[in-house]
């Protein structure tokens, strides 16, 4: 938290003191106690983001569901059926539908994330308060459509002849490095925003461009064998993979793949922060 200090004539001529609160000096890391502190401020705009979601909508939180229905309707129609994309040997919609399950909550985070901090400038501008508490709030808004389009996943694999074994229970892993790469590129484009409008116009290039080199709508085996520590640097490979390899027992779990593109992932999420940290102060300056 910035440094307080009191201004001003004394109390005893009857003036209120003038409270000036300036940034702490130094590089600030990723306060947890911080933001514990603000923790009811965390839930009020993590709820306020779930509710603007789905205010108005005639069909509500069923959109968590249509929407991953309808996009692996269309992916297993063009890319299983007529590209004959292989799936590892399960049922093409299900395959697909666990890698569009992480993906929605990346994607969401992207988009929404990045313009957070733009779309509170009211209240930055007005009260002090973690600003990382802003991007934060939305992925972790997006957690809960993740859990509904799981819920989905583990409906219809049954359907498909597919069951989970014990591997499952390293789900929650991928679902928290999942979520850490959601979270730093978040950071990232959350403060570039605040500095360079154009961010708002490059995010759905980059979302789509994204969609299609992360192992979504085909196996990461699919990759030439050439190509594949460069392919391993796309930080979505690890949490895409993990989810396959978790639920329907596809791939080859952890790998070296798995395990480079995992370091890319700590190394977006410390350098989102970095960054974060170092234009936050600048925030009401550039917003004003």
Same mark, same amino acid.
């Given at each position: 938290?910035?440094?307080?200090?009191?201004?001003?004539?004394?109390?005893?001529?009857?003036?209120?003191?003038?409270?000036?609160?300036?940034?702490? &000096?130094?590089?600030?890391?990723?306060?947890?106690?911080?933001?514990?502190?603000? &923790?009811?401020?965390?839930?009020?705009?993590?709820?306020?983001?779930?509710?603007?979601?789905?205010?108005?909508?005639?069909?509500?939180?069923? !959109?968590?569901?249509?929407?991953?229905?309808?996009?692996?309707? *269309?992916?297993?129609?063009?890319?299983?059926?007529?590209?004959?994309?292989?799936?590892?040997?399960?049922? /093409?919609?299900? #395959?697909?539908?666990?890698?569009?399950?992480? !993906?929605?909550?990346?994607?969401?985070?992207?988009?929404?994330?990045?313009?957070?901090?733009?779309?509170?400038? &009211?209240?930055?501008?007005?009260?002090?308060?973690? &600003?990382?508490?802003?991007?934060?709030?939305?992925?972790?808004?997006?957690?809960?459509?993740?859990?509904?389009?799981?819920?989905?996943?583990?409906?219809?694999? =049954?359907?498909?002849? *597919?069951?989970?074994?014990?591997?499952? +229970?390293?789900?929650?892993?991928?679902?928290?490095?999942?979520? +850490?790469?959601?979270?730093?590129?978040?950071?990232?484009?959350?403060?570039?925003?605040?500095?360079?409008?154009?961010?708002? /116009?490059?995010?759905?290039?980059?979302?789509? #461009?994204?969609?299609?080199?992360?192992? +979504?709508?085909?196996?990461?085996?699919?990759?030439?064998?050439?190509?594949?520590?460069?392919?391993?640097?796309?930080?979505?490979?690890?949490?895409?993979?993990? #989810?396959?390899?978790?639920?329907?027992?596809?791939?080859?779990? =952890?790998?070296?793949?798995?395990?480079?593109?995992?370091?890319?992932?700590?190394?977006?999420?410390?350098?989102?922060?970095?960054?974060?940290?170092?234009?936050?102060?600048?925030? *009401?300056?550039?917003?004003?």
């Amino acid at each position: 938290m910035g440094e307080a200090m009191t201004e001003g004539a004394p109390a005893g001529l009857g003036e209120l003191p003038e409270i000036v609160i300036r940034p702490s &000096r130094g590089w600030r890391w990723l306060d947890v106690r911080e933001l514990w502190h603000y &923790r009811e401020l965390i839930y009020f705009l993590t709820w306020r983001d779930i509710k603007v979601r789905y205010k108005q909508t005639a069909i509500g939180v069923a !959109w968590a569901v249509l929407q991953p229905l309808a996009m692996m309707a *269309v992916f297993t129609l063009f890319f299983g059926r007529m590209a004959q994309i292989p799936s590892e040997g399960v049922p /093409y919609p299900v #395959f697909v539908l666990a890698g569009l399950v992480p !993906w929605q909550l990346f994607s969401r985070a992207l988009t929404e994330s990045s313009g957070s901090l733009v779309t509170d400038q &009211r209240l930055i501008t007005r009260v002090y308060f973690p &600003r990382l508490i802003v991007p934060l709030s939305t992925v972790l808004a997006a957690i809960v459509d993740l859990l509904i389009a799981l819920g989905l996943l583990l409906i219809l694999m =049954p359907v498909f002849g *597919v069951w989970p074994d014990g591997r499952i +229970v390293a789900l929650p892993v991928f679902i928290l490095l999942l979520v +850490v790469t959601a979270l730093g590129a978040g950071f990232w484009l959350s403060a570039l925003n605040v500095e360079y409008r154009d961010v708002r /116009y490059v995010v759905p290039f980059l979302t789509q #461009f994204w969609l299609f080199v992360t192992p +979504v709508i085909y196996p990461t085996s699919q990759v030439p064998a050439g190509w594949q520590f460069v392919y391993a640097l796309n930080p979505m490979v690890s949490a895409v993979d993990g #989810f396959r390899w978790c639920l329907l027992g596809v791939g080859e779990g =952890p790998s070296a793949v798995m395990a480079i593109s995992a370091a890319v992932v700590l190394l977006l999420f410390l350098t989102g922060i970095a960054w974060f940290r170092r234009l936050e102060r600048t925030f *009401v300056d550039t917003m004003g």
